[in-house]
Structure formats: structure tokens, C-alpha cells
């Protein structure tokens, strides 16, 4: 993670709108802070401008580290992950009927679903709970 301005990070965090961009999870509801994520990494020559910055959970954060692509579970090719630079969330991915899973619709998202763990047990508990009290999924 860069050495990132406070403008940065609430431009980041306002276009997220408080939520990681990759699993959905509320940074209003997490014990930690968000970071700001690179969509392509420094060391494989991103840039620290905002259209390269996304906001990420501590957990997609590590698993992503300096990840680009994955191997989609069905088709079994390498595929990229999702960039929400490029792409809407709600094209790549579904929440399951319960709203505590999170599907990938495409390869991208299935990659990233898989890659990522998009659907840790803690983040399936959090969004129960948080649906239960209509403050899941985030608008």
C-alpha cells in the first residue's frame, strides 16, 4: 500500500461508499480499517492513481496481495480478477437468495470469488446478522 494522502483515501473510500469493493463487506461494521487496495499492483507496474485504487477489506486485501488473475473453477483457464474500475460489481457477481453468499456470474467473478474467499465463514456470519437488522446487502 502506498504512502497515501487523507484526500486519497476518503476519495477511495467515498466512491466505495464504505464498502470493499471486492466482497461487499461494510467498513462500517468491521473491528478494522479498509485499505487501499492497488487493482494492479506497484510491483507489476501500477500506479497509485485513483482509476487504479479500490477499496479492500483486510481480508481481500492479503489474499489479493499482488494477484491480477486466477484460474476460474469451471472452465479451468486463467482468467482476471475483477477490476471495479472496469466492471460493475452487480455484473460479475449475485448474492445467493439468503444474501450471505456471493456468486460469480462470470469468469472474472468466479475467479475472484474462489481467489479471494469472498464467502469466509465470518463474512457469511457478519451478513446474517446484518440482514436480520435490514442493513444487508449494502445499498
Keep these: 500500500m502506498g504512502a497515501f494522502t487523507e484526500a ?4 477511495v473510500r467515498e466512491r466505495a461508499k464504505g464498502c470493499c469493493e471486492y466482497c461487499r463487506h461494510q467498513e462500517a461494521f468491521s473491528s478494522d480499517s479498509f485499505a487501499v487496495d492497488h487493482i494492479l499492483p506497484r510491483s507489476r507496474g501500477g500506479s497509485d492513481a485513483p ?3 479500490a477499496l479492500a477489506c483486510g481480508g481481500c486485501n492479503g489474499r489479493k496481495y499482488n494477484k491480477t488473475e486466477s484460474i476460474d473453477p469451471v472452465s479451468g483457464l486463467m482468467t482476471p480478477l475483477f477490476n471495479p474500475r472496469e466492471e460493475r460489481w452487480d455484473d460479475a ?10 456468486i460469480g456470474i462470470t469468469a472474472r467473478g468466479r475467479a475472484t470469488v474462489s481467489v479471494l474467499q469472498l464467502n469466509r465463514s465470518s463474512l457469511m456470519r457478519l451478513r446474517r446478522v446484518l440482514r436480520s437488522v435490514g442493513k444487508h446487502p449494502p445499498v
Design 93 to 102: 457477481f449475485r448474492w445467493s437468495d439468503d444474501f450471505t453468499r456471493i
Design 8 to 11: 486519497i483515501r476518503q476519495e
Design 51 to 53: 482509476e487504479n485504487l
